[in-house]
Each structure stands twice: as structure tokens, then as C-alpha cells.
């Protein structure tokens, strides 16, 4: 099993700007989630899924977007990107018959300039 | 509002030090308390804790909870420098979707 894959690994986007972080779990786990990890504040929940075209909102949702089609996948837009949106992404999913354990990807460092 | 906060926010020891980590909570419907290492990327699962006074031990690191005063502790014998790192204590206080991170402990362990 890959696990939980993420790409990009860096990007750079100037104000303004859209994209999308991808994330796949090969692991048929129903929940997934994105979280944002800045200096000071911990992991913050931004969205999550917990099944295909199901998705809700975390603690901190304002400018991003997610959608979840299949299981395996559970991208995440920034529509109009903001230096405020700096940040280090994680995607996890999780086994919730292992007891909510969560694997997370390596991660994506985004900069906003 | 949920919160969990760990203490030291880092420390420096040497190798060969114990170490204890702390964490404490204030959330509604407690389910479960997560300990997680991170060192350059992704965290990495350590324990899941439940149930109060039941150490979980794994090698050199062990970890216990203490429902009624609502903390929990991760210890760290024999320290080594790979077990540089942040500490991060997460409690799960409901659906999986309801995860509270502490803001982490960073742990540097010198020669």
C-alpha cells in the first residue's frame, strides 16, 4: 500500500491565484480530512469527508473548497489563494475500525507571496 | 471551546535523560486521547489512550491518562538524538472529524 499520497510536495502561488491539492488513500478508509499546520497553532481541521460525496467543514474552512467523488480521493481547492493561506497542508485518513487512528500524507508547504 | 495544551512547549536534554511530556484537556465528550511524533513531515501515531490508569508502553516510550483530572502524560527513557522531534497530543472528542491537536512539545536531545 502507497498509504496516503500527496502532491504537490512545495508550490508558490501569488494572490489571486487557484489550485488544487491532491490527496489519495489506497487504503479503502471512509474518512479523510485536510488540516493546515502553522508555527504556534497545531494542526486545525479544514475539511472532511466521511464517505464518498459526503463533506463538511472544520475549524477553519473560509477559501478553500473540497469535493470527494471516489473513496480513494479528497481534493482541496484554494479558489483565490492569500498570503493568510501560507501554510503546510496534511491530508489523513483514517481506520475507524483501528480506533481513529489517523495516517496522514507528507504534506504540501504552500506559499503565498 | 475544546482545548488541549501541552507543557514544556520544548526542552533540550541530553541523551540519556527521561523525559515527561504533559497534556491537558478541556473538551466536551471525550473519547479518546492520541499521542503523535513529528519530525520533519507527517506525524506519526505513537499511542491511543481510552481508558484511565492503563500504561501504554512501546520500547523506551510509555504513556498513561488520567480521565478524572484530565491529563495525560507521554514519557521517554534513555533518551536518543532520533527521538528529536515535536510531540503532539490530540484528543478525539467524538466522530473522527472532531480532533483537537495541543500545539505540540519540541524535544531536542543533544550528544
Known amino acids: 500500500n502507497a498509504g496516503v499520497t500527496q502532491t504537490p510536495k512545495f508550490q508558490v502561488l501569488k494572490t489571486g491565484q487557484s489550485m488544487t491539492l491532491q490527496c489519495a488513500q489506497d487504503m479503502n478508509h471512509e474518512y479523510m480530512s485536510w488540516y493546515r499546520q502553522d508555527p504556534g497553532m497545531g494542526l486545525r481541521l479544514i475539511h472532511y469527508s466521511v464517505g464518498a460525496g459526503i463533506t463538511d467543514q472544520g475549524e477553519v474552512p473560509n477559501g478553500y473548497n473540497v469535493s470527494r467523488s471516489t473513496t480513494e480521493d479528497f481534493p482541496l481547492r484554494l479558489l483565490s489563494a492569500a498570503p493568510s493561506q501560507t501554510s503546510v497542508y496534511f491530508c489523513?485518513?483514517?481506520?475507524?475500525?483501528?480506533?481513529?487512528?489517523?495516517?496522514f500524507g507528507p504534506g504540501t508547504r504552500l506559499t503565498v507571496t | 471551546e475544546d482545548k488541549v495544551v501541552q507543557s514544556p512547549l520544548s526542552l533540550v536534554v541530553h541523551e540519556g535523560d527521561t523525559v515527561t511530556l504533559n497534556c491537558s484537556y478541556e473538551?466536551?465528550?471525550?473519547?479518546?486521547l492520541l499521542w503523535y511524533k513529528q519530525e520533519k513531515k507527517a506525524p506519526t501515531f505513537l499511542f491511543m489512550l481510552t481508558s484511565s490508569g492503563i500504561e501504554k508502553k512501546s520500547g523506551r516510550l510509555s504513556s498513561i491518562l488520567d480521565k478524572k483530572e484530565l491529563f495525560s502524560i507521554l514519557n521517554i527513557t534513555a533518551t536518543q538524538t532520533g527521538d528529536s522531534a515535536v510531540y503532539l497530543c490530540?484528543?478525539?472528542?467524538?466522530?473522527?472529524?472532531?480532533?483537537?491537536f495541543g500545539t505540540g512539545t519540541r524535544l531536542q536531545v543533544t550528544l
Open positions: 473538551v466536551t465528550n471525550f473519547r479518546s
Open positions: 489523513a485518513s483514517t481506520d475507524f475500525t483501528s480506533g481513529y487512528e489517523q495516517y
Open positions: 490530540v484528543i478525539n472528542t467524538g466522530t473522527a472529524s472532531k480532533l483537537t
